[in-house]
Nanobody, 127 residues
Framework: QVQLVESGGGLVQAGDSLRLSCATSGRTFSTPNMGWFRQAPGKERDFVAAISASGSSTYYADSVKGRFTISRDNAKNTVYLQMNSLKPEDTAVYYC????????????????????WGQGTQVTVSS
């Protein structure tokens, strides 16, 4: 089993920055691929970013490319999402996810392939 706990959400103004953290515990070596997703009220859970085990490979949604950065510190078993130039449309619950697969691939964009999920952290961006 793998446990994921997100933190770092909050209420900010447009243009501000936030850094989300996802602390992992348990059999973390079994879930090398990590991702961030978000879900706004009444909408589906959308892909935000993903990172490979070493951190050498990353994927981003077009809507966040150039503004968000995913990274990981394997010594601390933590994945981060640095969010800059936040916009009101970034408002959502952000979820961390882990997949039992080595290496990012086309499926990494889809929530259905991830095996473990955190409880989510709310990010609200006011205009």
């Amino acid at each position: 089993q793998v446990q994921l706990v997100e933190s770092g959400g909050g209420l900010v103004q447009a243009g501000d920055s936030l850094r989300l953290s996802c602390a992992t515990s348990g059999r973390t070596f079994s879930t090398p691929n990590m991702g961030w997703f978000r879900q706004a009220p009444g909408k589906e859970r959308d892909f935000v970013a993903a990172i490979s085990a070493s951190g050498s490979s990353t994927y981003y949604a077009d809507s966040v490319k150039g503004r968000f950065t995913i990274s990981r510190d394997n010594a601390k078993n933590t994945v981060y999402l640095q969010m800059n130039s936040l916009k009101p449309e970034d408002t959502a619950v952000y979820y961390c996810a882990a997949e039992r697969r080595m290496g990012l691939y086309s499926g990494s964009y889809h929530a259905s392939v991830y095996d473990y999920w955190g409880q989510g952290t709310q990010v609200t961006v006011s205009s």
